[in-house]
């Protein structure tokens, strides 16, 4: 979700002006995957380097953070969406870190859609944990090197629950992928897109889904295989 400074900054407000018009982008978006429906969401709200902006950003973020969890738990009830978080959670200011642990509670047993937040979330991070977490085994002789296959790997993710990445939307105009989920991505369609975050509404959602749909997910085989 990216471009929510320049939308700010284009109209000659401060940028938390941005991350706060970004919240509507979130529940319209996160509304129209329940409908579609998207079982999958994940939301890129806040990366590990994200705690290198400006203090009184990082406290902007938080603080919507709280106040949205608050406001939504209505929108995840009504469209009976679980809530599900990713990333290093401990490392989230004890209010936020509270109010996310009682909106998971609360919407645990809903079924319809996961939305998962990554917050104070990076790739290297969670697969430099994951690494440590696996050599600790190794070394307490509770596995064996050759037991470590991918879906064991996959297992001590913070992912594990979720299935591999479909399509991957970036907005504003940047093409990169900042250190998002590298190990689930390895076989997602990438889309890219000006649009800043918090213009983004439903109709950009179905023109990249569309798009999905019409790309050949050959994943390594050739087209003949898959169309014979
Ligand atoms: C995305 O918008 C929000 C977060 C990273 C939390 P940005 O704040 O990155 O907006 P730009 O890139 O400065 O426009
Ligand atoms: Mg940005």
Not at 85 to 98: Q, R, T
Not at 108 to 115: A, E, G, R, V, Y
Not at 129 to 151: G, W
Not at 164 to 169: A, E, Q, T, Y
Request: proline share 4%; aromatic share 10%.
């Amino acid at each position: 979700m990216d471009g929510n400074g320049r939308w700010a900054k284009k109209q000659g407000f401060f940028r938390s002006f941005g991350h706060e018009n970004g919240t509507e982008a979130v529940r319209e978006i996160v509304e129209a995957c329940a409908e579609l429906p998207v079982p999958y969401l994940t939301l890129y709200a806040f990366s590990t380097e994200n705690w290198n902006r400006p203090k009184t950003e990082v406290q902007t973020l938080m603080r919507l953070l709280v106040s949205s969890l608050k406001k939504e738990i209505k929108t995840l009830s009504d469209h009976n969406i679980k809530l599900n978080a990713i990333g290093n959670l401990e490392s989230l200011p004890k209010k936020a870190y509270v109010q996310l642990l009682d909106v998971m509670e609360q919407t645990k047993n809903h079924t319809h859609m996961t939305l998962t937040l990554a917050l104070s979330y990076g790739a290297r991070e969670e697969i430099t944990k994951t690494i440590q977490e696996i050599s600790h085994k190794v070394k307490n002789n509770l596995i064996s090197p050759s037991d470590i296959d991918e879906s064991f790997i996959n297992n001590h993710l913070y992912t594990r629950d979720l299935p591999d990445v479909d399509l991957l939307i970036r907005t504003s105009g940047e093409q990169r992928i900042s250190n998002f989920l590298l190990w689930q991505i390895a076989y997602a369609e990438l889309y890219f897109t000006d649009t800043l975050w918090p213009d983004y509404r439903k109709d950009h959602l179905f023109e990249a889904i569309l798009d999905y749909q019409n790309r050949e997910r050959r994943f390594g085989k050739t087209s003949e295989q898959l169309n014979p």
